[in-house]
């Protein structure tokens, strides 16, 4: 590596790590403000509240990490030259492709840091943002999970429905359990309600109606109480709509398929979740070859006008992957498509701005 490319790499990392250590203070006081009669009003304890921000910290870095690094890359690529140290390096006959290589190398860093932080570490800090919420800020009208008509596939032949469960007390009302066999129904088990109990393990049915489909006869089955064991609990059959975001990327994997057999109506936002995780990364790449395409030539607006259009375009990107994503919940848009337009627009639009500033 050449001292052209560590003095480049120096400026990369230290204005984007200068950035985000500004951000840190800044966003911690705004939040705190808004948080802090919720905090005394329900006594929350200064450990977890220590532990929120460190996942309020990951939480946000992973959501405004792209706009982070695109304006530090815009302002320190506008001071070298505004200082023409870029044109300095091109007229030793450096090509302006060569000029990219350091940028490329801060971005492969950024990037592969981000993915490991996306796969591991990030999802818990998500979960435990999220568990904060429902448990001090979001209150008791917030419906963390579906609790009316349940429906759920919870192996290749039984399907469950519940028109209510009720997580506080481990309750289902209305239980229905069905074995079907191809396209024969096997037996179909009614309940006025079932209530787990966690001493026991177990799950007590009241007021059962078993029905068992005979070649030749039907048998009915009546029992007032009737202790029995399920392979599913009821936090499965209804999970928080926020788990997908607390799993790591085999466990995301494994839930996704499973949450396909049981029917789960929130399937394309966990999908979604998943592609986002290895799209959000590549996103470095693209915007760091925007920013010096953007910000290598000196202009008279100077590193104001570089500064403002940083912004819009920071703006418009995560504009555009609201949209897909809001797509993707209201329309039934493929969740793959909406995590990777934006990177494939403005992929175009990079390759298009080094192949213009090349020239």
Same mark, same amino acid.
């Given at each position: 590596m050449k001292v052209i490319d560590k003095y480049i790499l120096k400026r990369y990392f230290g204005t984007f790590l200068g950035l985000m250590a500004l951000f840190v203070p800044i966003s911690i006081i705004l939040d705190l403000s808004e948080r802090i009669d919720k905090f005394i009003e329900h006594k929350v304890p200064m450990r977890e509240i220590l532990v929120y921000y460190g996942d309020f910290l990951l939480y946000f870095f992973n959501i405004l990490f792209p706009i982070f690094l695109f304006l530090s890359v815009i302002w320190f690529t506008s001071r070298l030259a505004q200082n023409t140290e870029i044109i300095a390096m091109l007229n030793t006959g450096m090509p302006f492709m060569r000029l990219l290589r350091p940028y490329l190398i801060g971005a492969i860093i950024i990037a592969a840091t981000v993915l490991f932080l996306n796969l591991s570490i990030i999802p818990k800090a998500r979960i435990g943002y999220n568990e904060f919420w429902v448990k001090y800020v979001h209150g008791s009208s917030f419906k963390a999970r579906e609790t009316n008509d349940v429906y759920r596939q919870i192996d290749p032949t039984h399907y469950i429905y519940a028109s209510n469960l009720n997580h506080k007390n481990k309750t289902a009302y209305k239980f229905v359990l069905e074995e079907v066999v191809g396209d024969s129904l096997k037996s179909k088990l009614i309940a006025d309600r079932i209530v787990y109990n966690p001493?026991?393990?177990?799950?007590?049915?009241?007021?059962?109606t078993k029905r068992i489909y005979l070649k030749d006869r039907e048998k009915i089955i009546h029992k007032n109480s009737y202790d029995t064991i399920f392979d599913f609990t009821l936090d499965d059959l209804t999970p928080v709509t926020y788990i997908a975001?607390?799993?790591?990327?085999?466990?995301?994997?494994?839930?996704?398929?499973?949450?396909?057999?049981?029917?789960?109506?929130?399937?394309?936002?966990f999908?979604?979740?998943?592609?986002?995780?290895?799209?959000?990364?590549?996103?470095?790449?693209?915007?760091?070859?925007?920013?010096?395409?953007?910000? /290598?030539?000196?202009?008279?607006?100077?590193?104001?006008?570089?500064?403002?259009?940083?912004?819009?375009?920071?703006?418009?990107?995560?504009?555009?992957?609201?949209?897909?994503?809001?797509?993707?919940?209201? /329309?039934?848009? /493929?969740?793959?498509?909406?995590?990777?337009?934006?990177?494939?627009?403005?992929?175009?639009?990079?390759?298009?701005?080094?192949?213009?500033?090349?020239?």
């Amino acid at each position: 590596m050449k001292v052209i490319d560590k003095y480049i790499l120096k400026r990369y990392f230290g204005t984007f790590l200068g950035l985000m250590a500004l951000f840190v203070p800044i966003s911690i006081i705004l939040d705190l403000s808004e948080r802090i009669d919720k905090f005394i009003e329900h006594k929350v304890p200064m450990r977890e509240i220590l532990v929120y921000y460190g996942d309020f910290l990951l939480y946000f870095f992973n959501i405004l990490f792209p706009i982070f690094l695109f304006l530090s890359v815009i302002w320190f690529t506008s001071r070298l030259a505004q200082n023409t140290e870029i044109i300095a390096m091109l007229n030793t006959g450096m090509p302006f492709m060569r000029l990219l290589r350091p940028y490329l190398i801060g971005a492969i860093i950024i990037a592969a840091t981000v993915l490991f932080l996306n796969l591991s570490i990030i999802p818990k800090a998500r979960i435990g943002y999220n568990e904060f919420w429902v448990k001090y800020v979001h209150g008791s009208s917030f419906k963390a999970r579906e609790t009316n008509d349940v429906y759920r596939q919870i192996d290749p032949t039984h399907y469950i429905y519940a028109s209510n469960l009720n997580h506080k007390n481990k309750t289902a009302y209305k239980f229905v359990l069905e074995e079907v066999v191809g396209d024969s129904l096997k037996s179909k088990l009614i309940a006025d309600r079932i209530v787990y109990n966690p001493k026991k393990k177990n799950y007590t049915l009241h007021n059962l109606t078993k029905r068992i489909y005979l070649k030749d006869r039907e048998k009915i089955i009546h029992k007032n109480s009737y202790d029995t064991i399920f392979d599913f609990t009821l936090d499965d059959l209804t999970p928080v709509t926020y788990i997908a975001e607390g799993l790591n990327y085999s466990a995301l994997n494994k839930f996704i398929e499973k949450e396909k057999k049981r029917g789960s109506k929130n399937i394309k936002k966990f999908e979604l979740e998943k592609y986002k995780r290895m799209s959000l990364p590549i996103s470095a790449f693209i915007l760091t070859f925007i920013a010096v395409a953007m910000a /290598s030539q000196k202009k008279r607006s100077g590193m104001g006008g570089n500064l403002a259009f940083g912004i819009a375009v920071s703006m418009i990107y995560i504009l555009f992957d609201r949209i897909f994503g809001i797509l993707v919940i209201k /329309s039934g848009f /493929s969740p793959m498509w909406a995590a990777w337009l934006p990177n494939i627009m403005f992929g175009i639009l990079a390759v298009f701005l080094v192949f213009r500033a090349k020239k």
